[in-house]
């Protein structure tokens, strides 16, 4: 079993940046597909990023594309987000979670991460 601890967040003004990271333990990594969650308050959560067990494939939310990149380090069991270039509607709490190879579901969460941009 998996767990997972965010952690990057932050408040920042809009057009500024900001690199979340996420630390596994318990488990082996490589294991896993990984994705970076968000949700505002009184919106549906969002999966905002997405990125295989190897790197090799990644995919994101419309709102995110060509300002959020997703990456991991399966040697430090990391899976980072970065985001440039931030909107006040990216203010949410950023979850990472896990998705064993093979399952359909993400079974690990971890407790987030609060992002808040100003504008």
């Known amino acids: 079993q998996v767990q997972l601890v965010e952690s990057g967040g932050g408040l920042v003004q809009a057009g500024a940046s900001l690199r979340l990271s996420c630390a596994a333990s318990?488990?082996?990594?490589?294991?896993?597909?990984m994705c970076w969650f968000r949700q505002a308050p009184g919106k549906q959560r969002e999966a905002a990023a997405t990125?295989?067990?190897?790197?090799?494939?990644?995919s994101y939310a419309d709102s995110v594309k060509g300002r959020f990149t997703i990456s991991r380090d399966n040697a430090e069991a990391t899976v980072y987000l970065q985001m440039n270039n931030l909107k006040s509607e990216d203010t949410a709490v950023y979850y990472c979670?896990?998705?064993?190879?093979?399952?359909?579901?993400?079974?690990?969460w971890g407790r987030g991460t609060q992002v808040t941009v100003s504008s």
């Open positions: 990125i295989s067990w190897n790197g090799d494939t990644t």
């Open positions: 979670a896990a998705r064993e190879r093979g399952k359909s579901s993400y079974a690990y």
């Open positions: 318990g488990g082996t990594f490589s294991r896993y597909h």
